[in-house]
């Protein structure tokens, strides 16, 4: 007798008028609330295409270079006066001089010093390297007059690539207008190419920016990532598994998880710090060389793979540790055979984006003297090295106009390193991961 009343009650309350309007309130909040994410996403896509899409149209020209063709004569008596092309021999030639020679020929009408020290400059200091490259390749070039291409300099380079106001005041402009009626001159001759630089890619750093390249900070970042990663990944792992699975839940352990979860947030400078005073200064480890470097992001990333390698481990069912303990395992092969191979796509994604956090890193490596200016590859861990974003900081801080493209090119190669390390973590995390 009571429950037909309340369901008539219930079944009215339903479909009144009120109960209506509030479904439809609720149905357009939900549209809106549908809306309002997409727009937020529209706009973070659109930002993120304006900003790599800016950095690559600045970061074009560092991708190309240009060279002018200029018929060099390999004088026999120069270059080999005992006959025989040597090292010796070669280190002894005035390679510069002799493609500054042949430039001149091409200008008979430019005879006075002054004129010629202005047409010589249109060449990159670096001029030499293509002839003697040129030469080593084949001896019998003695006593022949070769083409060869070899690059301009900074000025003219842009001044070719066209990011040079020709139709400004010659005061307002670094090129002169004479040299830009030599290089009209010269292309009008054919003499002049634009080509990809592949100069960037293999090289190290150079005071003339249509010489530096990126290959030394690259291999810097690999090898300071490498002491990084063999010293983080293990000594995190067993930290976060000791914690997670085998020590005793009291104070000391409270404390030790605070500390760790805060030493997360800690700016990276203050491990730059802690890197200056105890590995040069107490231990007395050479400055600005990777070794240092990684013990220095090592402490800086240990924080995030403990805590990303517990959550992982919390991830992994009890069932699980319950099974391989009812078969007589104990706990080190229960946490070593069954629960750290099953969290170990969650650990691998934690450690890599960790990775990637390190590989970003400038400040800490400042401290400890990864600033400093360095020609050389490095060969080994103690070498002098700097790593990718201190070689944009100091091309960033650079006078020369050209290193400008230079920083945004290298802005590029950093953020593919890190788009391929992120990518990676998400296809561990999508090719190992299980659901419970």
Do not use: C
């Amino acid at each position: 007798m009571t429950d037909r009343p309340i369901a008539h009650r219930s079944s009215v309350s339903f479909t009144s008028v009120a109960s209506k309007a509030r479904l439809a309130r609720r149905y357009r909040a939900e549209r809106r609330f549908r809306l309002y994410g997409m727009v937020a996403v529209t706009a973070a896509a659109a930002f993120l295409f304006i900003l790599l899409g800016s950095m690559l149209i600045r970061a074009w020209p560092a991708f190309t270079v240009s060279k002018v063709r200029i018929d060099v004569e390999f004088n026999a008596a120069e270059v080999a006066p005992d006959g025989q092309v040597t090292a010796a021999n070669l280190n002894d030639v005035n390679f510069q001089g002799m493609a500054r020679k042949a430039l001149y020929r091409l200008f008979p009408d430019v005879k006075k010093r002054k004129a010629k020290r202005a047409l010589g400059k249109i060449l990159s200091s670096g001029a030499d390297i293509a002839l003697r490259r040129t030469i080593e390749q084949n001896q019998d070039l003695l006593d022949q007059t070769v083409p060869v291409w070899v690059k301009l300099s900074d000025d003219i380079d842009l001044l070719v690539k066209g990011l040079v106001d020709t139709e400004s005041d010659e005061g307002d402009r670094r090129v002169s207008d004479r040299e830009i009626a030599w290089i009209d001159a010269l292309q009008k001759d054919g003499r002049i190419r634009t080509g990809f630089n592949w100069t960037f890619f293999s090289s190290g750093d150079s005071r003339e920016p249509e010489l530096a390249g990126v290959w030394g900070a690259v291999v810097g970042s690999l090898l300071t990532l490498f002491v990084t990663l063999l010293i983080s990944f293990p000594i995190g792992v067993v930290a976060a598994a000791y914690l997670e699975e085998f020590a005793p839940k009291n104070r000391w352990t409270e404390v030790v998880e605070v500390n760790i979860n805060n030493l997360a947030a800690v700016p990276s400078i203050v491990y730059g710090l802690l890197g200056l005073a105890v590995f040069l200064n107490f231990f007395g480890l050479p400055r600005s060389a990777p070794l240092v470097g990684g013990l220095v992001l090592a402490l800086m990333t240990l924080p995030t793979i403990i805590i990303a390698t517990r959550a992982a481990l919390k991830s992994v069912p009890p069932s699980i540790r319950e099974a391989a303990l009812g078969i007589g395992a104990s706990d080190l092969q229960v946490v070593m055979h069954h629960v750290v191979p099953l969290a170990m796509p969650g650990i691998l994604t934690g450690s890599i984006i960790g990775m990637a956090r390190a590989l970003g890193e400038s400040a800490p490596l400042l401290m400890i003297g990864m600033v400093a200016f360095i020609v050389d590859i490095p060969g080994s861990f103690t070498d002098p090295a700097t790593v990718l974003p201190v070689q944009i900081y100091i091309w960033a801080d650079s006078p020369e106009r050209a290193f400008l493209a230079k920083t945004s090119a290298a802005t590029v190669v950093l953020l593919a390193f890190l788009i391929f390390m992120n990518g990676l973590a998400v296809l561990l995390r999508k090719k190992f991961e299980r659901r419970w």
